[in-house]
């Protein structure tokens, strides 16, 4: 069974960071391209950040140069280092393969406020 566990999220004022883990079993997580995903109120799930399994790393452009996603295959893990925080990066981040493969887990809640 595939699950997948995002933690790591939190209140932070603007210009702040934060930094997401993404916990995944039951795949073979090396060989999956992995995303990063946020839906913020009343808008669609838009994705952030991917990453391919070789470690070639593409982003929205909202977050370039700010966000940086990365993988641990021997753990199993990916992460997503967020910092410069904006309060329009407020929204629930989702992990999930690139190409949305998986059944979306919890999510991490990221509130970016004063």
């Known amino acids: 069974q595939v699950q997948l566990v995002e933690s790591g999220g939190g209140l932070v004022q603007p210009g702040g960071s934060l930094r997401l883990s993404c916990a995944a079993s039951?795949?073979?997580?090396?060989?999956?391209?992995m995303a990063w995903y946020r839906q913020a109120p009343g808008k669609q799930r838009e994705l952030v950040a991917a990453?391919?399994?070789?470690?070639?790393?593409d982003y929205t452009d909202s977050v370039k140069g700010r966000f940086t996603i990365s993988r641990d295959n021997a753990k199993n893990t990916m992460y997503l280092q967020m910092n410069s925080l904006k309060p329009e990066d407020t929204a629930v981040y989702y992990c999930?393969?690139?190409?949305?493969?998986?059944?979306w887990g919890q999510g991490t809640q990221v509130t970016v406020s004063s």
């Open positions: 999930n393969s690139r190409r949305a493969r998986f059944d």
């Open positions: 039951g795949i073979i997580f090396s060989i999956n391209a």
């Open positions: 990453i391919s399994t070789g470690g070639t790393t």
